[in-house]
Nanobody, 127 residues
């Protein structure tokens, strides 16, 4: 059974940093494209970063470019999202998701590509 679990969320002041982790069981995460998504209250879920399985190519939403970094920890079957210079508008529940298609690119826009989802971790940024 595939399970993704997010961790590392919390309350942080604006300008601070957090590192989210996506831990997988039942699959070897390095063989999967992994996406990070977030959903703020009253808003639709949006893709913010992803890393492809074939070439580890990455993509970022414009609003997080230069502040967020996605990376793999293959030894521990995890994917991280390092978030720096956090802003109140980054407040949301953050989800990771995995996609088994063998691709050199990843998608932030097509959630249906992602087969497995975690339950999310809350990130709150105070001003």
């Amino acid at each position: 059974q595939v399970q993704l679990v997010e961790s590392g969320g919390g309350l942080v002041q604006a300008g601070g940093s957090l590192r989210l982790a996506c831990t997988a069981s039942g699959i070897t995460l390095s063989y999967y494209t992994v996406g990070w998504f977030r959903q703020a209250p009253g808003k639709e879920r949006e893709g913010i970063s992803c890393i492809s399985n074939r070439d580890d190519n990455t993509d970022y939403r414009d609003s997080v470019k230069g502040r967020f970094t996605i990376s793999r920890d293959k030894a521990n079957n995890m994917v991280y999202l390092q978030m720096s210079n956090l802003m109140p508008e980054d407040t949301a529940v953050y989800f990771c998701a995995s996609d088994s298609a063998w691709l050199s690119y990843c998608s932030l826009n097509y959630e249906s590509m992602y087969e497995n989802w975690g339950q999310g971790t809350q990130v709150t940024v105070s001003s």
